[in-house]
Every structure is written in structure tokens, then in C-alpha cells.
């Protein structure tokens, strides 16, 4: 027999297993990238429209309409840059269930499309980080989007006050939380399921997230001397958002940081996991 010389100082060695997720986590992310810029026309739109047109309807057509949400003059102005870190934290929320609920729903659903990812050499719940680091890049760019609209179109002026610290601590964790809570809603929701998830579970979220009023202002809203809305509402993620936005770039009043900061860290922590373990099961499945 004839021994067959093989060339092993040609052959490269096996790349870790840690090394190849590593490489596989940045051809996905890379791709939603792609496919991000590639629908920019629908993206922008998508994005902008709800933001503009609550500045614009709020801000603009009713104090030109002489009805200003807040009153006149100082009251209108103070009620615009309310609304703005409203608009922000709501652009936020609907980001993480656009761009991460949405299409999960879909992958799930019609196209199969998550069969084709959790085939890549990663672990199964390094897919769904995946999911959530695009949603959460997918919301920043929204929430970036917010100011230029800010600037613009009010017809009183907006005086933000930029907490740079509490802006840029806030951020990441507010981003998360959509995420996570659009992976959780992604993981649990069939297509046909889609107008309930809208109708029964986002409207109620948006109209009680503190987006148009402070926290605060809501405890005359009494039941038997009791204020239960001032408390039901702190279910709600989006309330924290929006009183974390107004501490980071107003001088209004707003809830304790130490509320925020808290509430947040738990909500990003439990619908993380909630989604993890839902995207589990659903691809397991």
C-alpha cells in the first residue's frame, strides 16, 4: 500500500465554536442592515408619519385652530415639549413592535424564513439577541428621527433641556425594553392574531403610556377617593419611557429617576426572557 502524503500545513485549523457564532452573529446582523437600507423608502415613512402627525395635529393645527392643547402662550409651549419626549418614547415602543414583532410574526407564519436562521452555527437564543439587537438599532434611528419634526413643525416653541447623562443612560434601556417586548409579542402571536394585538394590547399601551400628560397630573382621576388610574397605568413600560424622556430633556415634572432606572431594568429583564424562552419554544416546536 502506498502511503498518500497529505498537505497539513495547508489545511486551516477548525474554527471555535465561539468563533463561528461570533462570525454567524455578524452575518445576520449585517443582513438585516442590507435589507434595512434597501427598504429605506419604506422605512422612512413607516417611521416618520405617526411622530409627525401627532406633533402636527397637536402642536400645530390646534393652537392655529385657536384650541392649544394646555391653553396659550407659555401653557401651549410647555405642552409641546411635554408632548415631544412623549413622541420619542412612543416612537420607541412602536419600533420595537414594527421591525421585531412584525416580521417574526411572519417568519413564524408564512415565509418560514426563521427555519433559514436558526440553521446558522449559533446558538438558537443568540438568534433572538440577534432579533432584539436589530430592534433596538432599528428604534434609535426612529427616536433620532423625532427631533428634526420637533424643530420644524410646532407652531409654539418647544424648549428642550438636554440631560445629557439621564439621555444617554436612558436610551439603552428603553431600546431593550421595546425589544424584548416586541420578541415577546413575536413569539406569541399568530398572523391571523395581528389586528387583536393592535387592538386590544397597543392601543391601550399607547392612549395610557404618559405620552400626552405627565404621570403625575393623573391622580385626580379617583374611584372611591382612590386613584387607580394613577396606579393601573404603572403597568404599563411606556409610562417609564416617557417620564424617563421628560427628566432627560425637559425641566417639567416627572417621575422619580430611581422609579425609571428600576422599573425599567425589570421590564427589560422579565420580557427578555419572556421572549427568549418564547422564541425557544416556537422554533423547538
Not at 76 to 88: H, M
Not at 129 to 151: E, H, Q
Not at 218 to 229: M, N
Request: proline content about 7%; aromatic content about 12%; some cysteine.
Amino acid at each position: 500500500m502506498t502511503a498518500i502524503d497529505t498537505p497539513l500545513g495547508n489545511v486551516a485549523p477548525p474554527r471555535s465554536a465561539q468563533a463561528a457564532s461570533s462570525v454567524a452573529f455578524r452575518a445576520l446582523m449585517l443582513r438585516d442592515l442590507t435589507v434595512l437600507c434597501k427598504n429605506l423608502k419604506e422605512f422612512i415613512p413607516r417611521t416618520l408619519l405617526q411622530p409627525f402627525l401627532l406633533v402636527f395635529v397637536f402642536t400645530y393645527v390646534f393652537p392655529r385652530i385657536g384650541q392649544g392643547v394646555g391653553g396659550s402662550g407659555a401653557a401651549a409651549a410647555a405642552f409641546s415639549t411635554r408632548l415631544v419626549a412623549g413622541v420619542i418614547a412612543l416612537t420607541i415602543i412602536f419600533q420595537g413592535i414594527q421591525s421585531v414583532a412584525l416580521p417574526l410574526v411572519q417568519e413564524f407564519g408564512y415565509t418560514k424564513e426563521i427555519e433559514d436562521r436558526v440553521l446558522a452555527p449559533l446558538p438558537i437564543w443568540l438568534v433572538a439577541v440577534g432579533k432584539i439587537t436589530a430592534g433596538m438599532l432599528n428604534g434609535l434611528f426612529a427616536a433620532c428621527l423625532v427631533f428634526p419634526i420637533a424643530a420644524i413643525v410646532p407652531a409654539t416653541p418647544v424648549h428642550l433641556h438636554v440631560n445629557w447623562l439621564v439621555l444617554l443612560t436612558l436610551t439603552p434601556l428603553a431600546l431593550l425594553t421595546a425589544a424584548a417586548l416586541g420578541l415577546s409579542f413575536g413569539t406569541r402571536f399568530e398572523p391571523r392574531q395581528v389586528p387583536i394585538l393592535f387592538g386590544i394590547i397597543v392601543l391601550p399601551l399607547t392612549f395610557l403610556g404618559a405620552i400626552y400628560y405627565s404621570w403625575s397630573t393623573l391622580g385626580p382621576v379617583k374611584l372611591f377617593g382612590f386613584s387607580w388610574l394613577k396606579w393601573l397605568v404603572l403597568l404599563n413600560p411606556l409610562v417609564y419611557i416617557s417620564e424617563g424622556y421628560r427628566a432627560a430633556l425637559t425641566h417639567g415634572p416627572h417621575m422619580s429617576l430611581w422609579a425609571v432606572y428600576g422599573a425599567l431594568i425589570l421590564f427589560a429583564s422579565f420580557l427578555t426572557w419572556q421572549g427568549l424562552e418564547g422564541f425557544r419554544a416556537r422554533v423547538v416546536s
